[in-house]
């Protein structure tokens, strides 16, 4: 699993949302002093701190010339610090798909949105009817054609209610209600989903190391002396 994108702020310095593509291989941040990039590692790590032992605070991390006026709503309407997308790799798709019985395609990508309140929301969409159509198999005749225009799992009690239900379709109806039961998410496919997928999602941790470059450096040296380092290649 990858960060594929990232849009951080308000944050500190970060006036206003900030969208930012990941590259695959490497994303470099360029600025001037007190740009933001700096900050915008410190909020990638305070989302998923490796630690965790940050979180976000609004009096430490809301931008200053806004905190007073953000302040007075924050109790009842936390604001949206981060919101990271993600992407799966082509293994952990087929891995998802074979335990939960999901039809998520390759390239499938999910966020996970972060709040001044520490609190988070999931933006990820997952089709059920598929998982109805591979659990038919498991039903009588009767139970089947009940259910087979039903769009998610909620919908099953409701249509087996009142139904004459062999053993087998009563153990189908429990283990539905059961999973019902483990979630207040609507899409109760998704929520299993995310379960699976908050196991294995990437940390951050940051950390700095700073140089002092020389303000001014002979180009034609430099060229010599990595010159000198390569080494020898002999052939035979």
């Known amino acids: 699993m990858k960060l594929v994108r990232a849009k951080v702020g308000p944050f500190k310095s970060i006036n206003s949302p900030q969208d930012v593509a990941i590259d695959d291989r490497v994303t470099v941040l360029v600025g001037m002093n007190e740009a933001g990039k700096t900050i915008f590692l410190q ?4 989302s998923e701190d490796a630690l965790q032992v940050t979180e976000f605070d609004p009096v430490d991390d809301y931008p200053r ?15 949206l610090v981060t919101s990271l997308t993600y992407r799966l790799e082509d293994s952990e798709v087929t891995e998802i798909n074979a335990e939960l019985g999901t039809r998520v395609q390759k390239g499938f990508e999910f966020s996970v949105n972060h709040f001044y309140s520490n609190t ?5 969409s997952v089709e059920e009817k598929p ?16 259910i087979k225009g039903a769009d998610s ?12 239900l062999t053993d087998e379709d009563k153990a189908f109806l429990e283990e539905i209600n059961s999973r019902i039961s483990q979630t207040k998410w609507q899409n109760v496919v998704a ?3 995310w379960t699976w997928l908050s196991q294995r ?10 140089d002092m470059l020389p303000s001014k450096i002979n180009l034609t040296d430099l060229a010599q002396r990595v010159e000198q380092r390569r080494p020898e290649v002999t052939s035979r």
């Not at 909020?43 to 305070?46: F, G, N, P, Q, S």
């Not at 951050?204 to 700073?210: A, E, G, I, P, T």
């Open 43 to 46: 909020a990638l790590e305070k």
């Open 191 to 193: 929520s299993e989903a």
């Open 131 to 146: 998982i109805i159509q591979s659990l038919l198999g498991r039903l009588s005749a009767g139970s089947k054609a009940k």
């Open 120 to 124: 988070t929301t999931i933006t990820i």
């Open 153 to 164: 799992l909620r919908q099953i009690p409701e249509k087996l209610k009142g139904a004459s």
């Open 201 to 210: 999602l990437p940390k951050f941790l940051y950390f700095s190391d700073y």
């Open 65 to 79: 010339k806004d905190l007073s006026a953000y302040l007075k709503r924050h109790k009842d309407d936390a604001e």
